[in-house]
């Protein structure tokens, strides 16, 4: 297949979704999403703050951690303890070998392949991460959401992040998801919310609020 410059090309182009992530991580020219790059940016900062606050004041409780749709792990390395077990999985095996790679030092971080829509993993988490990647489920948001839920333990965390674009404009999913307090309520139904966080980044013309959401599982 020919590669691209743009990974973008592998999941929107020309207003239509197309979702080929394991085309994207094998034949893209550049990291998708910049993974190196945005761990550091402001808005990642912010979710990693929050997922440190809650693994320090319950430190306790919170022995296993999960991230859907993990790509490269930079997140899962960047909030690593010494102690406790960390999951990631995403649906592209070409992103869950690079990973492998990238952090083969730290034998604590288990990496796999599985599609949070038809999901066959059947283990349970302290704190369940979702960071920036519901928009590429929105056509199955349900089932998704559905699956995301059933990964939680019983009184564990979820912690949830997601950048909208412009909402006086027109953009992919907004049937489903017009603004941030519509997911918020959706996931009020299974967890209790504990953080809400809201900000908005005007890098580029299209860019609206980011959300970051904590919840303790009902």
């Known amino acids: 297949m020919k590669t691209s410059k743009d990974y973008h090309d592998y999941v929107f182009k020309n207003g239509k979704y197309i979702g080929k992530f394991e085309d994207m991580y094998r034949y893209s020219d550049e990291i998708p999403w910049k993974q190196d790059k945005v761990i550091d940016r402001f808005y990642r900062k ?5 997922i440190k606050s809650v693994l320090a004041n319950q430190s306790n409780s919170i022995k296993s951690t999960i991230e859907v749709g993990c790509g490269y792990g930079y997140v899962l390395s960047r909030i690593y303890q010494p102690g406790k077990s960390y999951s990631g999985f995403d649906i592209s095996a070409t992103a869950i070998e690079r990973a492998k790679e990238i952090h083969s030092k730290n034998k604590n971080i288990h990496f796999f ?5 038809h999901l066959d993993h059947a283990e349970k988490y302290d704190l369940v991460l979702v960071l920036e990647n519901l928009w590429y489920v929105i056509d199955h948001i349900e089932k998704a959401l559905s699956n995301i839920v059933k990964l939680a333990k019983r009184k564990g965390y979820l912690f949830v992040s997601l950048a909208f674009p412009d909402l006086t404009k027109a953009y992919y ?9 519509t997911l918020i309520d ?6 209790d919310t504990l953080v809400i966080n809201t900000c908005v980044c005007k890098e580029h013309k299209n860019d609206g609020p980011m959300l970051s959401y904590l919840g303790r599982k009902k």
């Open 113 to 117: 392949v599985d599609d949070i829509i």
């Open 173 to 181: 999913g907004k049937k489903l998801l017009p603004n941030p307090e």
């Open 46 to 50: 912010i979710s990693l703050e929050i």
């Open 186 to 191: 959706i996931l009020s139904k299974y967890f």
